[in-house]
């Protein structure tokens, strides 16, 4: 079974987005080892110090996928095949990446594997974990064949 760690900077403190946090994580608990690990943020905006905290956490051996604005456009089917096709290659670890409010680490997103981004558009940050949580289980569910994705 596929390993999927997500590393977030910041806690979630409102209920909705605990509450939709949750669901998808009950959600994928069928289709992956899903671990969410949340990281404090730097108060003096460290970015490197932050980068250092999140590489870390990184698990041996994951493929690595910093989420980041100049990342690629990738739709719900692309992220399927990429999730299959890590556990084709005989990755059994992914692992995305999700920086503070400031940004992300330039280090860490030239460690990264691949540099993914949700969109051109801005949201609010803690939303961007909730929109990866759910394209996640997207992804598996097209991979299934499932109804879910229309």
Known sequence: MLSVRIICVGKLK???????????????????????????????????????AI?????????????????????????SKLLRGRAVEGISKICFIIGGSEGMDEELKGRADMKLSMSKMTF????????????IYR?????????YHK
């Open 55 to 79: 590489e870390a956490k990184i698990p041996s051996g994951a493929y690595v996928v910093a989420m980041c604005v100049e990342g690629q456009h990738i739709d719900s089917e692309e992220l």
């Open 124 to 135: 609010p940050h803690h939303l961007a974990r909730i929109m990866l949580l759910e394209q």
């Open 14 to 52: 409102e209920k909705f987005y605990i509450d939709a946090a949750g669901e998808y994580i009950k959600r994928l608990a069928g289709y992956c080892k899903l671990d969410v690990v949340e990281l404090l943020e730097d108060k003096q905006q460290n970015l490197r110090k932050e980068g250092a």
């Open 139 to 147: 992804a598996f569910k097209i991979s299934e064949g499932g109804k």
